[in-house]
């Protein structure tokens, strides 16, 4: 591998760019990322990580993580996100937030990572970006929103106090979360569209024990009715094609997400819900850009699995940084 000739740029758009080069410019501050930071940070490598809202990820939306080891009651989700992001900051790790407009690989090896209108330079990019809640896409659903339609439990049960609402979902997301509600609500319809969870089995013992729960199976939303505010949902049975109106004030989407990786634009392979296609080293199709976590298509999508895949982003890009500075430890 050739050394990278470190020649400041210039151009009219001169005052919108950085002129320095950091070694690994990190996209996403969740657990993957944050992994990232407090190895690279480590390894003193020239680290800056982008986050476009609060670190921490989705993970920071979870009550109670209980899979995560070394906890053996648990730890609170935003608890667990905040001491990851303190130990990054501790080793030096800094944080610059907006959201990335754009990510372009020049011939010199060195990459852009656009962010508030101005271009950062970096020897290696780490593509930890997340995935966001999925929508079921029905009428009702957009113009409700906010109105008694809600992606996120921990943000808005207290808002439904007492009151009737439905989870649509059958994964581990709908299944927490729904028993999370039931400490609020009176009670909680899920809506799946099969006959049986896909959620792990600890959590189905704990939700078929809980009284405050009941189920229809079988069964998707077709729209959510309401003008100011939820007032229910019409569903179909898949099986019998029969309508029925469920009567709520709230409805809690849980249907699995969608890869925050539009700002790609092809710099990397995706496939095609738009997860990125890497190695066992977190290289993606393109040399010197790296993902983990959520974004990355895979198996299994937990914390404990974000971290590890981390370490691993991290690890392959020190080498790859010191191979193009000429400073390997062979
Ligand atoms: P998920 O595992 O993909 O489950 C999504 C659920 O929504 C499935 O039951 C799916 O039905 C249903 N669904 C999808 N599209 C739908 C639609 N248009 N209409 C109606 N139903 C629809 O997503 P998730 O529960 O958000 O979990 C995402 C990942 O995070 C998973 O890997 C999960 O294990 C992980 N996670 C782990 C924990 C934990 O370890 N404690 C907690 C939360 C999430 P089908 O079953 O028919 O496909």
Not at 52 to 68: H, R, S, V, W
Not at 82 to 108: P, S
Not at 181 to 196: A, Q
Not at 310 to 323: C, L, M, R
Request: proline content about 3%.
């Amino acid at each position: 591998m050739s050394v990278v000739s470190i020649k400041p740029e210039t151009s009219s758009e001169e005052e919108t760019k950085e002129e320095k080069i950091y070694d690994a410019i990190i996209i996403g501050g969740g657990p993957a990322g944050l992994t990232v930071g407090i190895y690279l940070s480590r390894a003193r490598m020239d680290t800056l990580l982008i986050e476009k809202a609060m670190p921490g990820g989705q993970a920071i939306l979870t009550e109670i993580i209980e899979n995560y080891p070394g906890f053996p009651h648990g730890i609170a989700g935003p608890e667990l996100m905040q001491k990851m992001e303190e130990q990054a900051v501790r080793f030096g790790l800094k944080i610059e937030y907006g959201e990335t407009e754009e990510v372009k690989v020049k011939k010199d090896k060195v990459k852009i990572v656009k962010i508030n209108n101005k271009e950062y330079r970096t020897l290696t990019i780490i593509l930890a970006s997340g995935a966001e809640a999925s929508k079921l896409e029905v009428p009702g659903e957009e113009e409700l929103r906010g109105r008694g339609v809600s992606y996120c439990a921990t943000c808005d049960a207290p808002f439904f106090k007492h009151q009737k609402i439905v989870v649509v979902g059958g994964g581990d997301t709908a299944i927490e979360e729904a028993l999370y509600l039931t400490k609020f609500v009176w009670e909680v319809t899920i809506i799946h569209r099969r006959d049986r969870l896909r959620a792990t089995k600890i959590l189905q013992e704990r939700v078929f024990a809980n009284k405050k729960i009941n189920f229809a199976w079988d069964s998707v939303v077709t729209k959510i009715l309401g003008k100011e505010k939820v007032e229910g949902v019409l569903i179909q049975n898949k099986k019998t094609g029969e309508e029925k109106e469920i009567p709520c004030q709230g409805v809690f989407v849980f249907v699995g997400n969608v890869p925050n990786s539009k700002f790609l634009n092809k710099v990397v392979k995706l496939d095609q819900k738009g997860y990125i296609f890497t190695d066992d080293n977190m290289m993606t199709s393109q040399e010197g850009i790296y993902a983990c976590g959520d974004v990355r298509k895979k198996l299994l999508r937990q914390v404990v699995t974000a971290c590890g895949e981390g370490a691993t982003a991290a690890y392959a890009a020190q080498k790859y940084i010191e191979e193009i500075k000429g400073v390997s430890y062979r």
